[in-house]
């Protein structure tokens, strides 16, 4: 079995190093015709970059995507000074450099990759997924019965923030930072799943859709894990199921073919303040350009925040949709369970994450509020600020440095839920609804609680769980998101996460004989609190 | 200022500290010569385990206590001098109280066995013996091989600790069954199965006869008493239980018997000076209660009833009825209410076995009236607040079965027993209950 697991290991590493090196290979070579195609399809009436370009890069052969970019986006920029000091605004390229040098990188870009797109699919993809799942099904026998199987996390350097939780976090930060700010280095990575983006939506895959592949694959193959690790407790199976079914479906599938029939793209479940450009003007036009299917998604998408989000928070807790359904609670609780326990658990953590969250929950209203305004009014400024320029700050900091890079790059050292605990709007909202009004609760049981610690360890919201059960107080926090860990590790039944009735007294408050004693613990739990 | 001098800086210590706190604004001081901040005892093994580093087991920040104006001392205390009121230390320093809690918990029994002081051979109580196995256990490579000496709860733990290391353990247990003075047959062999199941070589019936040494004054082997067997290895654990951590006391006014003797009130016989938690002895068992009770829960109690009478609102310590858990590997275990190893006269009892084999509960009855007297669950988790209500209010066995599904306490969507259960019961007794479906208002009916 140990054999098995290192052969898949090994088998995992070559198919990540072969994915690590496809950026710094291929050739890029871009015709005049090819240029003049682009100029044209553009509408670029910058002959400063034409020239630029024709003397610097065209009918030239580049062998990896950096300085074939460098000269695009130099190109760009040197020309938008010059427009911009003559005031020239109608030859300015509004473009962002990089997605513009991806366009065309992507159009001219050649070599092994390109050509056989199934093979480099499957020494990347393939190889990954075959050589995880030789690593992981075997647990279904190296772990022994089925229970809670902590052994060893905190002496492993992957899960203990160790040299290779530092590794794994430089390279994903650095995924991260190509994915969301040069995906013309990454055009080789697009071209592996082409093939999949032709047959579903038809068109060639964006950085975006290799993406959302990506997303899709460690989340099933995470999945996997998830079932042989917590194979006897079936909250946990149901819970990575309905995460995975939503993440493919609704995220992944359902968009991809909506495009292939000419409707915008729309993932259903994705709820405003965390779909935080629902309201922007690009989206409100396309919306309503598209007749009645635009429409049914603008009323769906405002029904879902305004109504169905809080009513399944009264009834259910926020757990459904962080733990249930969302894509960013979904990668969390595959892809980043190994790393629940790295949360900080201190009281500074929780204060900081209060201000944090409701700040961003703060920022992003505000934002939708002046872009709504502008929208009717026709402004394109509120107050001398320019809407665009707050979104394009909320757009970068808190939807690709925030959301992204430090989101999921730092899972190795922060723990899994860096993002739903201190950054995510629509949790700052549900957390809201779930802390004052709601039915779900996770009961502590009596006086069973021995102080140990491992739900506190394991909660990837950092919630000090063990700091109420000890006291046989219920846990009513804002930022549980129901994972129901806390309760699984539990060596002593003492948590339960349930739906009872949301009568103050009874969600908040122990009876005073449970915990054996009968002085007046009542009266000490008030004083507690 | 009142000064509150507690010795001990386990649940029972802190406890009796937090309270007195929050209840007046004496002057209060812990000593141990354990560790400087608290810790969790009942998490030592998953520390060892690698499930949670030390400091995950110390349930308050570390700035908690100077916040709260408790102060921290480290040290052994070797002698109390009750008519000066002082306290000396094992380091010559001294110290005065007004007021005195002795809170020094246990420290497992060794039986004079041969053998039992040389290196490699170690309780599985204090933080030094976690360091200690540590040293002599750290992998399969330098331990081939570990005994256990005592099947307790502890003993259980410590083996599940070194398989989590593929130590290979052979578990030596006194008695026939594992545990089998506690629990009855059918969960005892239950357990039994299990043991094996993670590969632990389990001998019942059997006791140790030495513990053989190396030139170097480090274990070799052990002998069995029964067999004459010798089974070589390089780590003993001594588990065959714990007794009252006081003998520094020997020499006091205090009075002693296996732990500091007290009443209701945790008063000892000198005033001013008190014992809580593990090394205390009631001068009679409260209720079927064992007169020293070494569980967390119970060292809690006592710490928040003395931190009342300690200021101002004299209580009598009332622990309620019985409860208890723990994990056997990985079968979880609940108690409610008593089920003896052995049922009693008046009594009468229920039990159902999944037949997985890993899930079982036993009722236990009153004959002739019918009331519910007690429960074990394995592998269910259940409800202490149903339970306790119920006691309480002396419930039927049967009135127990019909809302069985109240007391679930097991994660959502796990699979309910609780048909089977009372189909079993009623087939069994000749009866026709049924059960009722789970009602929230029964459950939170608090009063
Ligand atoms: C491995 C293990 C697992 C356990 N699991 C469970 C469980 O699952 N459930 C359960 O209910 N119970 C469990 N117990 C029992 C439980 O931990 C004890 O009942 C509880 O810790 C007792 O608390 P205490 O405050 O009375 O004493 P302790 O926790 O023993 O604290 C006493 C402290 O006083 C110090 N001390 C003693 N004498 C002196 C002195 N002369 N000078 C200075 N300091 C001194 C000691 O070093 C120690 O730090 C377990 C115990 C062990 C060892
Ligand atoms: S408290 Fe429990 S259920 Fe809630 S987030 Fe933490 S571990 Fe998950
Ligand atoms: S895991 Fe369970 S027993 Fe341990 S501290 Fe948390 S609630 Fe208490």
Redesign the interface.
Known sequence: MKTIQNLGLSIFLLGLAIFTILPFIGSYEISSEKLEEIVNNKGIKSELFIEDLKTTTVGKEFSDPFSFSSNITSAIANANVTHKEKSEWDKVIWDKPHSFSYQIAKDVGGGPVKENKGLFWFLTFGLGIIGALLYIIPGVVTL?????K???????AATNRGWIGWFAFVFLVGFYVLLYFFPDYIVNWTYVVDPFSESLSGNMASQWFLYGFLYCTVMTVMAIRMYIKYR????QI?RTTSVLFFQIVFAFLIPEILVRFEKPWYDFKNAFPLDYDFFFKWNLDDLIANGGFGLFILVWGIVLTVVIVPIMVYFFGKRWYCSWVCGCGGLAETLGDPYRQLSDK??KSWQVERWLIHGVLVFAIAMTGITLYAYFTGADAVSGIKTQTIQDIYGFLIGSIFAGVIGTGFYPIFGNRVWCRFGCPLAAYLGIIQRFKSKFRI?T????C?????C??YCEQGIDV??YA?KGQNIVRSSCVGC?IC???C???VL???N??DDG??RY???E???????D?FE?LE??K | MEHIVIIGNG?SGVTAAR?IR?LSDKKITIISAETEYFF?R??LM?VY?????FE????Y?NWFWKKNRIELKKGFVKEVKDASKELVFASGETMNYDKLIIATGSKPNKFGWPGQDLEGVMGMYHKQDLENLEKYAPNNKACNRAVIVGGGLIGIELAEMLR??DIPVTFLVREKSFWNGVLPAGESEMINR?IK??HIDLRLGVNLQEIKSDESGKVKSIIIKETGEEIPCTVVGLTAGVSPNVDFLKDSNIELGRGVKVNRRLETNIPDIYAIGDCAEQHEAIGQRRPIEAV??TG??MG??LA?TLCGNP?D?????W?N???F??I?Y?TYGWVWAQPKENEARFYWEHSDGKICIHINYDKNTNEFIGINTFGI?????SF?AWL?EKRSVEYVLEHLADAN???????LHEKDIVAKFNQENNTNIQLKKRS??R??Q??
Not at chain 1, 144 to 148: L, M, N
Not at chain 1, 513 to 519: K, R, S
Not at chain 2, 56 to 59: G, L, V
């Open positions: 022994g019965p089925a229970g809670i902590n052994n060893g996390i905190w002496f492993n006897h407790n079936k909250y149901l201190s009281l009961t049981n009596g006086g069973q021995i102080s140990c610690g491992n506190s360890t063990r700091a000890q129901g309760s699984a590790v060596p002593r039944g339960k996460l349930e009872g009735s007294s009874t408050e122990t009876p004989v449970i915990l054996g004693n009968d002085i613990l000490m004083e507690n | 649940i309270h929050k969790s009942t998490a998953y385990m690698g499930h949670m580093k995950h087991t110390q349930p920040e989590s290391r299990h199941e993670h967390w829960y809690r109690m928040e009833t009342q209580k310590y009332n622990p309620g009825h409860f858990s723990a994990k590997l990985d979880e609940q988790r259940m409800r202490h607040h306790d309480n306490f097991d994660p959502e969507f796990y699979k929230w208002k459950i939170f608090f009063s």
